[in-house]
């Protein structure tokens, strides 16, 4: 039994970097971000979050498409630099189709399935790419109990 659900989201400020290639690259885009918040004084007010453009399974690794954000304090100036795709911006409130994952990342795929039949089978149609918000440092806790949201924004 899947235990997804409808909600809303809420609009947030988020520090964002854009990549290309391959999704092992994240974690350390993710450092990157986190230190460039650091240098230009914003303060982390969330659970990081990942954004994917792309079907691994039907995109080479190389061509994959990404953005990843680190929730910043409301009032940040939104900012696009050319320092390496960083920037803040403010990401819209939308209603998505949601589930928690516990696990290894490698074995995300078959949730993002069950995920997106059941918002089908629910009489929502995928609205945009999809969303993964990051509960667990996997540096910290073991894979297996590893915790990562799954989202995909949808309409009725």
Same mark, same amino acid.
């Given at each position: 039994?899947?235990?997804?659900?409808?909600?809303?989201?809420y609009?947030?400020?988020v520090?964002?970097?854009?990549?290309?290639?391959?999704?092992?690259?994240i974690?350390?885009?993710?450092r990157?971000?986190y230190?460039?918040?650091?240098?230009?004084? $914003?303060v982390?007010?969330?659970?990081?979050?990942?954004?994917?453009?792309?079907? /691994? *399974? @039907? +995109?080479p690794?190389t &061509? $994959?498409r990404?953005?990843?954000?680190?929730?910043?304090?409301?009032?940040?100036? /939104? *900012? @696009? +630099?050319?320092?390496? &795709?960083?920037?803040?911006?403010?990401?819209?409130?939308?209603?998505?189709?949601?589930?928690?994952?516990?696990?290894?990342?490698?074995t995300?795929?078959?949730a993002?399935?069950?995920?997106?039949?059941?918002?089908?089978?629910?009489?929502?149609?995928i609205?945009?790419?999809?969303?993964?918000?990051?509960?667990?440092d996997?540096?910290?806790?073991?894979?297996?109990?590893?915790?990562?949201?799954?989202?995909f924004?949808?309409?009725?």
């Amino acid at each position: 039994m899947l235990d997804a659900a409808i909600k809303q989201t809420y609009p947030m400020t988020v520090a964002f970097a854009s990549g290309c290639g391959s999704y092992d690259q994240i974690p350390y885009a993710f450092r990157r971000l986190y230190l460039w918040t650091e240098q230009h004084m $914003l303060v982390p007010t969330g659970m990081p979050v990942g954004v994917y453009f792309d079907d /691994p *399974l @039907e +995109t080479p690794d190389t &061509d $994959l498409r990404w953005e990843i954000w680190a929730p910043v304090a409301e009032g940040a100036t /939104p *900012l @696009e +630099t050319s320092e390496g &795709d960083f920037g803040v911006k403010v990401v819209e409130a939308c209603t998505v189709a949601s589930v928690m994952h516990r696990g290894p990342y490698d074995t995300i795929g078959a949730a993002y399935t069950r995920l997106a039949d059941w918002a089908s089978v629910s009489g929502y149609t995928i609205s945009g790419p999809p969303r993964e918000t990051y509960y667990s440092d996997p540096d910290e806790v073991e894979l297996e109990e590893t915790l990562t949201e799954l989202q995909f924004p949808v309409c009725p």
